[in-house]
């Protein structure tokens, strides 16, 4: 398990593995996004560990909670994942919340370590720069034009359904400096 997840919430490797065996996973996936000059622009790492070692990503994972481990809950979920990869804060784009999210994906096979129900939230940064964390090598904007094809898990489809769904709402992304 990587660094992102707190000691507290973690468990046995062999416990883990068997879960993840049977069990579909909650996970929140970020696409942080900001209006640039091209158009939206997308906050995305390099993974710098596997699965999808060396491919592009958006930033997210699991939620913690149970009987043993205090639960977090989707927002807490949302915020431990960009503080904890990123080192920023984010909110969710009205008129989505952590309740309601812009999308769910749901590919058992994008993940070789888990099978992720994944709920998709459009969010901005409201505090800090963000930087590598523990998952990644490198961090970076792109407008959504230029995005790399093929990226890690289901991340560009996720994105492209992100972009959707805000221009659906009248977010162009148009930076107009």
């Known amino acids: 398990m990587s660094d992102v997840i707190p000691g507290a919430a973690r468990i046995p490797e062999p416990l883990y593995q068997q879960i993840t065996a049977f069990m579909p996973i909650p996970c929140v996936d970020l696409v942080i996004v900001r209006a640039g000059t091209l158009g939206p622009?997308?906050?995305?790492?390099?993974?710098?560990?596997?699965?999808?070692?060396?491919?592009?990503?958006i930033v997210g994972g699991r939620v913690i909670g149970g009987r043993e481990v205090p639960a977090e809950g989707l927002a807490g979920a949302i915020a431990r994942q960009a503080e904890r990869e990123l080192g920023v804060a984010v909110s969710v784009l009205p008129?989505?919340?952590?309740?309601?999210?812009?999308?769910?994906?749901?590919?058992?096979?994008?993940?070789?370590?888990?099978?992720?129900?994944?709920?998709?939230?459009?969010v901005e940064i409201t505090q800090g720069t963000a930087r590598t964390g523990p998952e990644s090598s490198e961090v970076?904007?792109?407008?959504?034009?230029?995005?790399?094809?093929?990226m890690g898990f289901t991340h560009r489809a996720e994105i492209d359904a992100v972009i959707a769904g805000l221009a659906h709402r009248g977010w162009s992304g148009s930076d107009a400096r």
């Open 140 to 150: 970076r904007w792109c407008p959504h034009s230029e995005l790399p094809d093929v």
């Open 41 to 57: 622009e997308v906050l995305i790492v390099k993974r710098a560990i596997a699965p999808d070692k060396g491919m592009w990503c």
């Open 95 to 122: 008129p989505w919340d952590a309740n309601h999210p812009l999308a769910v994906f749901d590919d058992p096979t994008c993940d070789p370590a888990k099978y992720p129900i994944v709920l998709v939230y459009p």
